[in-house]
């Protein structure tokens, strides 16, 4: 069942693709994946789940390494602007709960995150996260973590990125989570592993404080 707070959700994120407010999109590669893509311990063509993807092209970069990848986002745009703008040729079809375009390795499930099933979602190795789990309010946090333990078998490797700030002002994303909060979500369904400490370069929107970057290694128990 779609809660009250998931459809504020979706109206929220749908009305910023469709007005290209989307300052969380980066160009650039992500360099905490880079740095820190668990390749060596991942299978090869590693199963790989990016929730709400965007236009990401982290994407992009995973399929380089060999991986091959579901992105799912709930912005039909979103999706389309991915494949326009990286000149991918995309073959579309759809169920019930999502439209799916595909090229190549690369899948993207257009549709309410929260609503993929295990059957789409596939024997996934590896998840990476650097927008979605900062993207949503704390009431749907939990719900979200929840859903990732739901999807990743045991074995299978998560890349989370998080930020926090001390702007406690701040009351839209991206939020800012510490990691007691991170222990909270995963602890129960995974071993936690705290990389590193990144401070942001360049945020938007500007922040009031210091933002930094945190990066994490699960293992689904």
């Known amino acids: 069942m779609t809660t009250i707070i998931q459809n504020t959700q979706h109206e929220f994120w749908l009305q910023r693709w469709e007005a290209n407010q989307i300052g969380f999109h980066r160009e650039q590669i992500n360099e905490l994946l880079q740095r820190y893509y668990p390749k060596a311990l991942l299978p090869d063509n590693p199963r790989s789940l990016v929730p709400l993807c965007g236009k990401s092209k982290d994407m992009l970069w995973l399929s380089a390494q060999g991986a091959s990848i579901l992105g ?3 912005s039909p745009s979103a999706c389309e602007q991915f494949f326009i703008e990286n000149q991918l040729g995309a073959a579309r079809n759809h169920d019930k709960n999502f439209q799916y375009f595909q090229h190549d390795t690369i899948t993207l499930a257009c549709g309410d995150f929260f609503a993929l099933p295990l059957e789409i979602a ?6 990476y996260d650097r927008a979605a789990l900062v993207a949503l309010p704390a009431d749907l946090r939990q719900i979200y973590a929840q859903k990732i333990a739901q999807l990743l078998p045991s074995g299978s490797l998560y890349l989370l990125i998080t930020l926090s700030y001390s702007d406690l002002a701040r009351v839209a994303p991206p939020y800012s989570i510490s990691h007691a909060e991170v222990e909270n979500l995963y602890a129960a369904n995974f071993t936690i592993q705290h990389l590193e400490t990144l401070a942001e370069q360049v945020t938007y929107p500007v922040q009031k ?10 293992k689904r128990k």
Do not use: A, I, K, R
């Open 122 to 127: 596939g024997e996934l190795d590896f998840c």
């Open 209 to 218: 404080s210091p933002v930094n970057n945190h990066v994490y290694l699960l």
């Open 72 to 74: 799912c986002e709930l």
